[in-house]
């Protein structure tokens, strides 16, 4: 076994952000975009630096890159649902777009900015779709306003691995496959069922990251604050579900009980807290559906 998680962000970026490895980031990013059209080259714009994994700094491991189209890619992984995923992605792909004209320049020249997230957790439970791709479109007719702009969403939990042996050929089947299974597989079983170079490389560096006592110490470090991240979020939930407990019988009714532990979770969430008053309006079988959905997002955060 392994014993290395690619959805670490440490392993995921040295395996896809890698100026070492291009292949590597060349496959993955035309299994995203289907190879429509086919990238041919790409330069890795912020290779991996040791200063990105201080232990008192829990940022983003976010890979940069370009091809010789001029198209931008922003390609980060994510374990949980963090608050405010999808404008974080929107924000992310419209930096990359203001960032490319200077004073001067024409829109014409504008190039299209991709975002991807490889996500561990499930942002959308009302498809089955393991990745989606959007773009501006015409919801009427779904006409095409521009493709400056694209987020594709990975959601591994959607990609159920076949039970038996077979070789797995669909490219974004093959990171699904990748990212769930490699870190509980040896090196000859994963590479059993991806065959080819590209995958024989990213099974390498996993081996590398597990052998390598720098590389595991990074990878550990990683992964360390990812599992206090989790346990600071399971621990306020907590928090503020005893509060608005204490909230809730103050008010000295079971609605009121409800409606503490919804107006808490929004504020851990950094949601704009619903007046008491639109709450009271809601019938208490809503009011419970409304916090358990908060609760099960909030938890999706801390859970891996």
Not at 23 to 32: E, P, R, V
Request: charged share 25%.
């Amino acid at each position: 076994m392994i014993g290395i998680n690619p959805t670490v962000d440490f392993a995921c970026k040295s395996i896809i952000g890698s100026p070492d490895h291009p292949a590597i980031t060349l496959h993955f990013l035309n299994a995203i975009l289907r190879g429509d059209p086919i990238i041919r080259d790409v330069e890795i714009l912020n290779p991996i630096v040791e200063r990105e994994f201080e232990e008192d700094k829990l940022s983003i491991l976010d890979v940069l890159a370009s091809d010789s189209q001029g198209r931008r890619f922003n390609v980060e992984i994510q374990r949980t649902v963090p608050a405010g995923l999808s404008q974080r992605l929107t924000y992310y792909g419209a930096t990359q777009l203001t960032e490319q004209l200077g004073e001067g320049d024409s829109y014409v020249d504008l190039r299209p900015a991709i975002g991807i997230c490889i996500l561990d957790a499930v942002l959308f439970r009302q498809v089955a779709d393991l990745h989606l791709d959007f773009r501006l479109l015409n919801q009427k007719n779904g006409l095409l306003f521009t493709d400056c702009l694209q987020i594709h969403v990975l959601q591994l939990p959607k990609y159920m691995p076949p039970t038996d042996n077979q070789v797995i050929t669909d490219p974004i089947e093959q990171w699904a496959f990748f990212f769930r299974r490699a870190s509980e597989l040896t090196p000859k079983q994963l590479t059993a069922r991806l065959p080819g170079p590209v995958f024989r490389q990213a099974t390498g560096i996993l081996e590398m990251i597990a052998r390598d006592p720098h590389q595991r110490s990074l990878y550990n470090r990683r992964l360390k604050m990812e599992m206090d991240e989790r346990a600071r979020l399971q621990a306020a939930l907590a928090e503020g579900l005893a509060a608005g407990e204490a909230k809730g019988l103050a008010a000295g009714e079971a609605k009121g009980t409800v409606i503490g532990r919804i107006q808490l979770l929004q504020s851990l969430m950094g949601i704009a807290e619903t007046p008491a008053e639109n709450l009271r309006e809601q019938t208490l079988t809503q009011l419970a559906e409304l916090n358990n959905e908060l609760q099960r997002l909030f938890q999706g955060r801390g859970r891996e």
